[in-house]
């Protein structure tokens, strides 16, 4: 359990996996509280770095798991089968926490429990934290994605379900430049799939009939932090 200062307990633990600069992750690390178990992921075929293992094992509390290279759905879904806790704390490695942003949003997902999904910084995968058990009730992401796509296409499928999506409207997180989650993969090239696989999935033919069908099912709350 840790505690937030205004005295909430909350069963959580958190995730993060790597990116290309050693650097923004230990800073990433350093912005989560000692006393969240943090579980780490290194894809061993492609972000292999020994040196950051030391620092990631000055915590007592890290699970460190090495991995082939499998796509980023994939390994926040096995970071999710992991999670021993109610609630999971997804962190991009290339992002931080800022001042007392955390402790306040968790204060928040305590006082809407009807809430089962947050995220941090705009809609996209950035920082997500989210109830596990409802997490794989709807499926997890969707592991087609390599990378982008799987966020909006959870969102999605959740909203559509009639369940309501929890937004941290917040300035206290820091998006540091320059990570990246793949050497191999371009960019663009993996975003032009994702959005070939959304389309696909969801039967569109038209930015139109897109835009429509989604009007129809959004459902965000906002809370400032």
């Known amino acids: 359990m840790y505690k937030t200062p205004s005295g ?87 992002c931080r926490f800022l001042g007392e942003v955390l402790n306040k949003s968790l204060d928040i997902a305590l006082d809407n429990p009807d809430i089962k999904v947050f995220s941090y910084w705009k809609k996209w995968m950035k920082i997500w934290l989210y109830d596990v058990d409802f997490f794989k009730k709807m499926g997890g992401f969707d592991e087609r994605y390599w990378i982008g796509g799987e966020d909006e296409d959870f969102q999605w499928r959740m909203m559509k379900e009639g369940y309501q999506f929890g937004l941290f409207r917040t300035k206290q997180i820091d998006h540091m430049d320059g990570g990246k989650h793949t050497r191999d993969i371009k960019r663009p090239e993996s975003h ?19 835009d429509e069908e989604l009007s129809k099912i959004e459902n965000y709350k906002h809370f400032r932090v």
């Open 8 to 94: 909430k307990e909350i069963d959580i633990e958190a995730a993060i996996v790597y990116v290309n600069r050693s650097d923004l992750v230990i800073k990433s690390l350093e912005s989560i509280p000692k006393e969240i178990t943090v579980h780490f992921v290194q894809e061993t075929d492609i972000t292999k770095n020994p040196d950051l293992r030391g620092e990631i094992f000055k915590r007592s509390n890290v699970q460190f798991y090495e991995k082939g290279q499998q796509g980023c759905a994939t390994d926040w879904n096995f970071c999710t089968k992991q999670c021993k806790s109610k609630y999971l704390l997804l962190v991009s490695a290339d």
């Open 192 to 210: 032009c799939k994702s959005v070939q696989i959304q389309w696909e999935k969801w039967g569109w033919t038209s930015k139109r009939q897109r």
